[in-house]
């Protein structure tokens, strides 16, 4: 992903200009054309300005999925009970207590007040409502099904939350452990090494190798303590400027689909994020190459969005459904079969909403069964930690119970 500076006119010809993020220009003016703007230019920023950091966006917050799933609810109801969009935009504007997307409101009311569309308005905030959001809103206003728009919305909200909650709560297990662990590699490091130290100097015979390691390891950690925390926080800081650029992205999110255990889990997660919206799209009446590039976007990783964009570079060629997503190397045999079907029958989208389901399961049963998986490595982990430690401490305390013995 990648952020781009664009300049584009409205339905009524006002010049509208702002910076976005996107996968690629294409992807930008698909955005800008799906929210009723006509680009004029588009411009990728500049690599530096792109690994910068944005402060303003950083300390005003971000507005969480909660807040969009109610704003999609709500907004599904009150067009259904035949309320103008405007009010709506004002009733939900004083209704919540966000005060990023209150402001995002207010914007939003004052630009329909000035005739733009309803899509048109939200575009202006790309860092609230991304181009999925905005090019369903736009479908919904051009046939007059916002409703069902809206509804659409918050059903895929409602899952993406589902997922999320599923995920944080099978790792805050393995979280706690892990940090207990590091905590107890700390004290025992600080302070109970150091505390055998002076019993084992006083022995004036050979230590074993073992506790020797472990006296080193004391006196290095409780030494250097100041500029190893220095080094790890300089280290974590360059490699998160390093992934916020577009190709530290693009090799993260390749290696996070490769991680065991963890990767076959986030590609599920991925895939059912990707069927969910390719679905809703289509069956939304969304041209499909258009459909491949908000779909390819929504997934949130580089290294599949990359891939399904030139899907839709492929298809716009002439090519097959089937074919391209085949020659992708992306996608599972089953959502292979399932574009395949989809094709014959004239039914990709509900073919493709049946494979999300079924990995909307796969994920389910994934992480029931992570802990599971997770806690057989912890335990080997910290039967290690006790045997190193172990070792080292009382098998000299053994060797000088032989001496007095003696």
């Known amino acids: ?202 022995m004036g015979s050979d230590l074993p190798l073992m506790t020797r390691i472990l006296i080193g390891s004391s006196e290095f950690f409780t030494t250097y303590i100041v500029h190893l925390v220095l080094g790890l926080a300089a280290l974590g800081f360059a490699i998160w400027r390093y992934v916020k650029t577009k190709n530290g992205q693009l090799r993260w999110h390749t290696i996070l689909l490769r991680i065991p255990i963890i990767g076959p889990l986030v590609n599920r997660i991925l895939l059912a994020r990707f069927c969910r919206s390719f679905s809703m799209m289509l069956g939304a009446g969304v041209p499909i190459v258009r459909v491949l590039t908000l779909a390819g976007t929504a997934t949130g990783n580089a290294y599949l969005t990359r891939a399904i964009l030139g899907m839709g570079d492929e298809l716009a060629s002439g090519n097959s459904l089937s074919r391209v997503a085949t020659d992708s190397g992306v996608f599972t045999p089953l959502i292979l079969q399932m574009f395949k079907v989809g094709e014959e029958t004239g039914r990709v989208d509900q073919m493709v909403m049946e494979a999300g389901k079924f990995y909307e399961e796969e994920v389910d049963y994934d992480i029931t069964n992570l802990t599971s998986k997770i806690e057989p490595i912890l335990i080997v982990v910290i039967s290690a930690m006790v045997l190193v430690l172990a070792l080292g401490i009382f098998t000299p305390m053994w060797d000088m119970v032989g001496l007095v013995n003696q």
């Open 1 to 202: 992903m990648a952020f781009f500076q664009y300049r584009a006119r409205n339905a009524r010809g006002q010049l509208n200009q702002g910076r976005l993020e996107a996968a690629s220009a294409q992807a930008a003016a698909d955005s800008l054309m799906s929210a009723g703007l006509i680009p004029v230019e588009i411009k990728e920023a500049k690599a530096s300005a792109t690994a910068s950091i944005n402060w303003q966006q950083f300390l005003r917050g971000k507005v969480k999925l909660e807040a969009l799933l109610i704003l999609c609810r709500q907004f599904s109801s009150l067009t259904r009970a035949g309320i103008p969009i405007l009010r709506i935009v004002e009733g939900l504007r004083d209704t919540t207590d966000n005060k990023l997307l209150i402001n995002a409101l207010n914007d939003v009311s004052e630009a329909l007040n000035q005739g733009q569309t309803l899509a048109n308005a939200l575009a202006a905030h790309p860092h609230i409502f991304n181009s999925l959001f905005i090019s369903l809103v736009d479908v919904g206003e051009s046939t007059g099904q916002l409703e069902q728009a809206f509804l659409q919305l918050s059903h895929y909200f409602q899952l993406e939350l589902d997922t999320r909650r599923r995920v944080k709560a099978a790792t805050r297990y393995p979280m706690f452990v892990s940090l207990a662990m590091l905590a107890a590699m700390v004290v025992v490091n600080i302070y109970v090494i150091p505390a055998f130290t002076g019993i084992f100097a006083s």
